[in-house]
């Protein structure tokens, strides 16, 4: 029902950053909250970033204080921008919304 689509992967250097969009369509009911997960072969999921439609978030203990996840409710779309990023936050991002649509995922690699 909700098409899910992820881009901004990408390679960076220790301590830089990355910005991720995440946009949403189909459906007729709102296609709020938006969530952020990370994932790769051999490793648990982990949680990232989450934010409803009135811009309420929460992140994951990893990530807080250095992440930040914004929303445009008229384009149906979430930013995360990743700041500091460190080589252990080297994974396959995915975007989620509405708790049960997925996007395909984006890579993300941190490597001096």
């Known amino acids: 029902q909700v098409t899910v689509v992820e881009s901004g992967g990408g390679l960076v250097h220790p301590g830089g950053s990355l910005r991720l969009s995440c946009t949403a369509s189909?459906?007729?009911?709102?296609?709020?909250?938006f969530s952020w997960y990370r994932q790769s072969p051999g490793k648990q999921q982990e949680f990232v970033a989450f934010i409803d439609g009135g811009g309420t978030t929460s992140y994951g203990k990893s990530v807080e204080g250095r992440f930040t996840l914004t929303g445009d409710n008229t384009r149906n779309t979430v930013y995360l921008e990743m700041n500091d990023l460190r080589p252990e936050d080297t994974d396959v991002y995915y975007c989620?919304?509405?708790?049960?649509?997925w996007g395909q995922g984006t890579q993300v690699t941190v490597s001096s």
């Open positions: 989620n919304v509405r708790y049960t649509n």
């Open positions: 189909g459906g007729t009911v709102s296609v709020w909250p």
